[in-house]
């Protein structure tokens, strides 16, 4: 069952939200100061490629690095990417087809809030 909506989440959407995540994770890692940054958008755009069958794990950030990192993360505008999960997952779930793909929107979302301390599984 995820196969086939890893399939539908790809042909609507999902390959171009991977492949722009993809293109800004190698922009912030051509600098040593955007590298961290740039690992998490990777595996954001590795969690838009299949987000079926995976879960997001979000933990208390794990000592002070992580919490500045998680600062930084939202004082620069990273906090918009959950927003548009936020709003693609509410208008998906509108339609009772669209239910499922609002889910891993929502499930984007809340990685992308704070996505150091959350793992991906």
């Known amino acids: 069952m995820s196969l086939l909506g890893n399939i539908i989440w790809l042909v609507f959407g999902g390959l171009i939200t991977a492949l722009w995540y993809f293109l800004f994770g190698l922009v912030l ?6 590298i961290p ?3 998490k958008i990777m595996k954001l755009g590795a ?5 079926f069958g995976k879960t997001v794990h979000l933990e208390p950030a794990k000592g002070c690095l992580s919490t ?4 930084i993360w939202a004082v620069t505008g990273w906090w918009e990417i959950a927003i548009v999960h936020l709003v ?3 208008l998906l779930c509108i339609t009772l087809i669209g239910i ?3 889910k891993q929107h929502f ?3 809340q990685y992308s809030l704070f996505p150091f301390g959350g793992t991906i599984k």
């Open 68 to 71: 500045v990192f998680n600062i």
């Open 107 to 109: 499930k984007m979302a």
């Open 100 to 102: 499922p793909l609002g």
């Open 29 to 34: 890692c051509c600098t040593i100061i955007g």
């Open 88 to 90: 693609f997952g509410i």
């Open 47 to 51: 969690l838009a490629l299949a987000p």
């Open 37 to 39: 940054f740039g690992v």
